[in-house]
């Protein structure tokens, strides 16, 4: 197998006629281009060159490789320029992974801007509760929430965003029910089989030991609405719903902190690039209503729709 540098190395003793010129031109050692030219004579079992008093010149075999190492650099310098022109290019498939809950309540408008600046973008968006491998390109971009930096994989670059708390939320009639004494019981409200985490267990309003279990986030809230009982939530989503409120005598907690995740060569193409970028202004504008200090209205206009869910 001819190792392709070995050809640039003889193309430049080729051209400028001596191995001076070639380290010159190259900018390494006298000896670096001796080793490669004998490196490529070895696997070729021919001498390329005959050393004269005024130079290197070509042997018979050199001459049949010149030809051949001509071809190969016009083949490789078109290769570069086309795959360097299709990843600079601001088109082309471009698939973004994140967390339903961010998806629907939180990125979906400022996704809608990127495509309208970027119309030769195709964009997948995969929101799912299941975390895509970046690794295995099932995804370009990944959006997650992640607790201790040190969990994110050693081979994924990371742009940290801001930092996302949740509460403990009810609806606006129950609390008020609550509050008047209303017997109905009020039931904690979960995802599947996940728990009650420490945190949101303080609080005024107490609960019966009989859960009220859903599938998915969406569900979640509409029982929430409906007046079930109480559950947690991320804080851009239970303080830009009118309906809910948060329950007294809780506290906000910090979830994680948003990260912006890409992979390898991935991440030098130019839709990525751009991508990331504008999602990195955008959350950074959003950081004080993931921390739970600003209500939903302070924010663009096609962001107030999704205080009705």
């Given amino acids: 197998m001819i190792d392709w540098d070995d050809i640039r190395y003889f193309l430049a003793v080729a051209r400028g006629g001596s191995v001076r010129a070639a380290a010159e031109g190259l900018g390494v050692y006298h000896s670096t281009v001796l080793r490669r030219i004998a ?5 070729l079992g021919a001498q390329m ?17 010149l030809e051949l190492a001509n ?8 290769l570069e320029t086309r795959i360097f022109g299709r990843d600079q290019s601001v088109r ?3 698939r973004v992974t994140l967390a339903p809950t961010l998806a629907t309540h939180l990125l979906m408008p400022d996704f ?12 997948d968006i995969l929101s799912s509760g299941e975390l895509a491998n970046l690794t295995n390109r099932e995804a370009d971009v990944a959006i997650r929430v992640v607790y201790d930096r040190k969990t994110l994989p050693l081979n994924l670059h990371g742009l940290k965003g801001p930092e996302l708390f949740g509460g403990v939320y009810m609806s606006r009639d129950r609390l008020a029910a609550w509050r008047a004494g209303a017997p109905d019981p009020i039931r904690w409200i979960v995802i599947s089989i996940h728990g009650i985490p420490d945190w949101a267990r303080e609080g005024e309003v107490r609960t019966t030991g009989v859960p009220f279990r859903t599938t998915d986030g969406e569900a979640q809230i509409v029982a929430v609405r ?17 309906l809910l409120v948060r329950v007294p005598g809780t506290d906000l907690h910090m979830y994680g902190t948003l990260w912006l ?9 130019k839709r990525v690039r ?3 970028e504008f999602v990195s202004r955008r959350l950074a504008a959003y950081a004080p209503l993931l921390a739970g200090l600003s209500p939903m209205a302070e924010y663009p206009t096609g962001h107030l729709s999704l205080s009705s869910g």
């Fill in 49 to 65: 060159f005959e050393k004269l008093p005024s130079g290197y010149r070509l042997t018979a075999a050199g001459e049949e490789v």
């Fill in 226 to 242: 409906q007046g079930l009982g109480i559950t947690t939530l991320p804080s851009f989503v239970g303080d830009a719903d009118p």
């Fill in 92 to 94: 082309g498939l471009l």
């Fill in 112 to 123: 809608a801007d990127f495509a309208r600046l970027h119309p030769d973008i195709e964009m």
């Fill in 39 to 43: 490196q490529l004579e070895e696997r």
């Fill in 71 to 78: 071809e190969m650099e016009a083949s490789s310098h078109q």
């Fill in 261 to 269: 995740l890409t992979q390898g060569e991935t991440r030098k193409t």
């Fill in 274 to 276: 751009l991508f990331t």
